[in-house]
């Protein structure tokens, strides 16, 4: 990476950094966006500011009688002390909890967490042996997020990338306008799932409330159970042996592969009759190269 | 914004005025206006449960004069009461402008009730055998103190924290709503109804009565329609899934019922949690877990579901 160390790119305003690290902006039909990667530089997993951690290095926080905010920060006070692995005890539908966390992570949540809950994330593994509310793991760019029990509406709410996994059924707006990204949901889905999807990959083994994919531009969905409706410009598409998998992969991934296997999921697609962004993201320009 | 809840024990007796204040205490910050309650116990013996207001809160910073307005509206009250054979067995006056009488009756309480309201400045907040509804402005801890709720016995109830958007920051705009002149019939709602006027004046021209401009009183007039034309509460709560537009979820409870219906955008929250022998709801997890810390399984019902559940 053009020999500047870590310590040089935290020492740099926001724009000094931007330009260090090959960002720059591309007008792209009207839009603009930082590219956040240069080809023929290093690889840079984590942000210049992200503590190291050691995952072997255990600690655990009771946020029983702790503000979200107090939680919050604690977890970065902890992390900044080096330690990779913590358990949270007793979230207790507090909403917010472990958001923004931009470093490799595992994060143990016993317990169920209220709205917003691990937003804003990039690179931690959060497991979740509880129910999170609203807008789980909105804006998610990376990492893994696996909730055993429920989820509440808006679940994966623009994320960008990552795996965003439910073992039990979600609430309304799953995925809605995602951008990148796995979203996996072991049971049923509620109304207007995927809508305005952009980018990514769906994955209910269940059932889909109405207007599944509604105004989708791009990504893919699959359903595993019935389909309640269809919203405006989704349509099927033929499940392809590369999509059957795909899905056995991921599914049996995290143990959510159905016994009698993935040939009976259908497969939703943007009918692309609306409009759509031919425009690729960043990371997915990444894979391409 | 606002903020619902809701319990009903499955069979037995419980403190429902300390639970739904510690719920409904977790859910301050969705509306810090306004709380309101809709618990229901058990007076015995057939009485009736009256809770009225006289007065808003904020009249009682009029002046001297207030105080003399508020004894004749008492006295008024008291007349009607007697005018329609009804024996007055307990007279509370809670706070300056509101009032708690159980009475004994054996007429229409409807048309009594209809007769009290012609006072000026009088409100029936509501009417029953088993239901007690309280609102009044501030949160939880203040509203529940101040009106002696922390060892309220019961079956089951309802609560609202308001965010006041499209009406005035008061008492007579805070939930819950008593269904008039439906005994015992309350509603909170959490939500925009965007045929509001549509609907108030159809119901307006079949006979009911308004007393705010809040669109949630809707709800408790279209229940209290249906249910006084023989329609059973979940048959009701259907009904305005198709009938009545915008988002919204709401909660309505009966002498001993508790339904739930949630719109058909399914964009307004619920959390449920069910056991054999409590059902918790709540716009929030975090109001169930005021109640219930150990884990314990929740889910958010869909869109157009509708549930009732039995005392």
């Known amino acids: 990476m053009s020999g500047i160390s870590d310590a040089q790119l935290r020492e740099m305003t926001q724009e000094e950094r931007v330009n260090a690290l090959g960002m720059t902006t591309e007008q792209l039909t009207g839009k603009s966006l930082y590219i956040e990667f240069d080809p023929d530089a290093q690889e840079r997993f984590a942000y210049p500011w ?104 808006t679940f994966g709410a623009a994320i960008r990338g990552g795996d965003l996994v439910c073992r039990g059924s979600v609430g309304s707006r799953t995925g809605i306008d995602m951008k990148g990204g796995t979203i996996i949901v072991g049971g049923d889905t509620g109304a207007l799932s995927g809508f305005m999807m952009q980018r990514g990959r769906m994955v209910v083994c269940g059932n889909a409330g109405k207007n599944l994919g509604d105004s989708m531009y791009d990504g893919t969905i699959y359903v595993g159970g019935e389909i309640r409706s269809l919203g405006v410009d989704a349509v099927t598409a033929d499940l392809t042996n590369l999509d059957k998998e795909w899905l056995t992969r991921k599914l049996t991934q995290y143990g959510l592969m159905p016994g009698d296997g993935v040939d009976h999921f259908t497969k939703i697609v943007a009918g692309k009759q609306l409009w759509n962004y031919d425009n690729l993201e960043p990371n997915e320009k990444k894979l391409i190269l | ?118 006072t000026e400045g009088v409100e029936i907040l509501s009417l029953g055998n088993g239901l007690e509804l309280i609102k009044d402005l501030g949160d939880a801890g203040s509203v529940a103190e101040a ?79 249906h249910l006084a034309n023989g329609v059973q509460l979940e048959e009701s709560l259907r009904r305005s899934i198709d009938e009545i537009d915008g988002v919204f979820t709401y909660l309505v409870c009966t002498r001993d019922q508790l339904g739930m219906a949630k719109d058909t955008m399914a964009a307004k929250p619920l959390v449920l949690y069910e056991s054999d022998d409590l059902i918790a709801m709540a716009s929030e997890e975090v109001a169930i877990r005021a109640i219930i810390p150990e884990e314990i399984d929740t889910h958010d019902p869909y869109d157009e579901e509708v549930r009732v559940w039995q005392a």
């Open chain 2, 147 to 225: 009106y002696g709720l922390g060892g309220f016995e019961g079956t089951h109830g309802i609560g609202h924290t308001r965010m006041a958007t499209e009406s005035d920051v008061d008492i007579k705009s805070a939930h819950p709503y008593w269904a008039f002149p439906y005994n015992d019939v309350s509603v909170v709602h959490n939500g925009q109804i965007t045929n509001y006027w549509i609907m108030r004046r159809e119901m307006e021209r079949k006979g009911h009565r308004f007393m705010s401009d809040c669109d949630s009183e809707l709800l408790a007039v279209y229940t209290a329609h």
């Open chain 2, 1 to 118: 914004m606002c903020g619902i809840a809701g319990l009903i024990h499955k069979g037995r007796r419980a403190n429902v005025g300390a639970e739904m204040t510690s719920m409904l205490q977790a859910l301050k910050h969705r509306g810090p206006d306004s709380t309101g309650y809709a618990v229901y116990g058990d007076p015995g013996g057939g009485e009736y449960v009256m809770r009225l207001k006289i007065a808003e809160a904020e009249d009682m910073e009029l002046g001297r004069s207030i105080h003399d307005r508020l004894e004749e509206r008492i006295e008024a009250v008291d007349a009607i009461l007697a005018s329609h054979g009804a024996e007055v067995k307990v007279k509370e006056r809670v706070r300056p402008y509101a009032l708690r009488y159980v009475l004994n009756h054996d007429g229409d309480t409807g048309d009594m009730a209809g007769h009290i309201e012609e």
């Open chain 1, 50 to 153: 992200a503590p190291d951690v050691d995952f072997n290095k255990r600690t655990e926080i009771d946020a029983g009688d702790l503000t979200n905010t107090e939680v919050n920060s604690r977890i970065r006070d902890l992390m900044a002390e080096g330690y990779g692995t913590i358990v949270l005890h007793n979230p207790r539908g507090k909403h917010s909890l472990a958001v923004g966390i931009l470093s490799r992570l595992n994060l143990i949540i016993e317990g169920s967490t209220g709205y917003f809950g691990v937003g804003l994330i990039d690179g931690p593994n959060v497991r979740i042996n509880g129910r999170v509310g609203w807008s789980c793991a909105e804006n998610m760019m990376s990492g893994t997020v696996v909730v055993e029990k429920n989820a509440g509406s």
